[in-house]
Each structure stands twice: as structure tokens, then as C-alpha cells.
Nanobody
Framework: QVQLVESGGGLVQPGGSLRLSCAAS?????????VEWFRQPPGKQREFLAI???????GSSDSVKGRFTISRDNTKSTVYLQMNSLKPEDTAVYFC???????????WGQGTQVTVSS
């Protein structure tokens, strides 16, 4: 079974930046059709942030457009989420989700905590 592992979270001051990584134990876009980033703030529902496809297409939620950018490095089998101009309301556990072709099989990572606070 392919594993997804998120990393890069931590404590950052408002206005700061972080880059999250979602690494797969196999060749990520040989296995998956899409990889997405979600977050779940304390006491709230999980929220979609951004998506990247095996073809390189990207999309993002209006709530983070212009601040968050999704990208990939196929050589490292990793998808990134670059987060800039962070705000306290960005505090959440961030997850990556990968979907296999056909949409029938989905894998989630374990999540990484991001805390934005002064």
C-alpha cells in the first residue's frame, strides 16, 4: 500500500510562510490521478484548498487563491503547498489526499499541524 506523508508544518508568525510537503512511497503520479490539499481547523470541517493533476493542471479554493500555491516534483514523488502571508485563521491540521484514476480509491496522509500565532 502506498503511504502519503505530510511534513513541513510548525509554528509561524502572522505574515510568515511555510512550505508543506506530501511525499508518496511510490511514484506519485504513476499511481494517482490527482493530489489535493485540505485543512481542518479546530472544531471545524475539513476544507478543500488546492488540487494538482497528473497532467499538471492546478486549481485552488478562492479562500487561499493568491496566497497558497500547489506544485509538484515528480523526481521526488512529492506535492508541495507553498503558503504565504499566513494568518491566524490558517491555523489547522493540513492533509493531503490522493485519488487513483477512476476515483474509486483514495489515500490520505496523517496530517501536519500548522499554527499561525505571534
Amino acid at each position: 500500500q502506498v503511504q502519503l506523508v505530510e511534513s513541513g508544518g510548525g509554528l509561524v508568525q502572522p505574515g510568515g510562510s511555510l512550505r508543506l510537503s506530501c511525499a508518496a512511497s511510490g511514484s506519485i503520479f504513476d499511481i494517482y490521478a490527482t493530489v489535493e490539499w485540505f485543512r481542518q481547523p479546530p472544531g471545524k470541517q475539513r476544507e478543500f484548498l488546492a488540487i494538482i493533476t497528473s497532467g499538471g493542471g492546478t486549481g485552488s479554493s478562492d479562500s487561499v487563491k493568491g496566497r497558497f500555491t500547489i506544485s509538484r516534483d515528480n523526481t521526488k514523488s512529492t506535492v508541495y503547498l507553498q503558503m504565504n502571508s499566513l494568518k491566524p485563521e490558517d491555523t489547522a491540521v493540513y492533509f493531503c489526499k490522493a485519488t487513483k484514476p477512476g476515483g474509486g480509491s483514495v489515500d490520505w496522509g496523517q496530517g501536519t499541524q500548522v499554527t499561525v500565532s505571534s
